[in-house]
């Protein structure tokens, strides 16, 4: 098998998985927090990491609350299991780079790895997370140059893949849609949550050898789950959040 079909089979078998890949972030953190000793690291400093890990998953949910809400259905953005694009989509934020959902699960994820305060996990999850989603993106972009052609490979060449470039900005004429958002978002950020409240956990167990979560941390994760259960249930069960346009 010639390497570039190599690499499309293994992006197309990777992207049907990707929704695992959390799974073993949560699983490879775990020696590196047990390794970590944080009596050595300052009180403020872990508050700090934690506002920036936390500073970092609003700026993922934000990506992608922008690509979701103003993605159009039959566009690239919009597939979960298999390739398909009925329309290739060039402007609002897919002027800016080609692959946003990517970038804002880069942040998301990478804001919990940083409240590890493990900067030896933060390097190695990053360069995980790009070898993983390269293949992808490799896949991904093989499907819409032969879907597409001329019209993806000009448009391609002009957008960055994962560095957006805001000179290049042209406005959607798809208005923002929080209904979209809320439909299709509440899974990700419940599991953001978890995140934190999982690295807590390890970090509290090892270097106290205590099962200990803190109040505030129970807290959130409590609202967390009760507003993705109102709206996973207003989703299947109700048409408050149903956009025949859109879905």
Request: positive net charge; proline residues 3%; aromatic residues 18%.
């Amino acid at each position: 098998m010639a390497l570039i079909h190599s690499f499309e089979s293994s992006g197309n078998l990777l992207f049907k998985y990707r929704g695992q890949f959390p799974i073993v972030l949560f699983l490879l953190c775990i020696p590196y927090v047990y390794a970590t000793d944080y009596k050595e690291i300052t009180i403020p400093s872990q508050r700090i990491l934690l506002f920036l890990g936390i500073a970092f998953c609003v700026l993922g949910f934000l990506i992608r609350a922008i690509t979701i809400g103003t993605t159009p259905k039959g566009t690239s953005g919009r597939n979960t299991e298999k390739q398909i694009a009925e329309q290739l989509n060039t402007v609002g934020i897919y002027s800016v780079l080609r692959h946003p959902l990517y970038v804002g699960n880069y942040f998301m994820w990478a804001g919990i790895v940083v409240y590890t305060m493990n900067f030896s996990f933060f390097l190695i999850f990053s360069l995980a997370y790009w070898l993983y989603y390269e293949r992808i993106m490799f896949a991904e972009e093989r499907f819409l140059e032969k879907k597409f052609g001329e019209t993806y490979l000009n448009w391609s060449l002009k957008v960055p893949a994962f560095i957006p470039s805001f000179a290049k900005y042209q406005k959607s004429s798809v208005s923002f849609s929080p209904k979209a958002v809320f439909r299709r978002e509440y899974s990700g950020v419940l599991a953001t949550v978890i995140g934190f409240v999982y690295i807590q956990f390890l970090r509290n167990f090892f270097s106290m050898q205590k099962v200990f979560i803190s109040t505030n941390f129970i807290t959130v994760l409590i609202i967390t789950a009760a507003a993705a259960l109102i709206l996973r249930s207003l989703k299947h069960y109700t048409s408050v959040l149903r956009e025949e346009e859109k879905d």
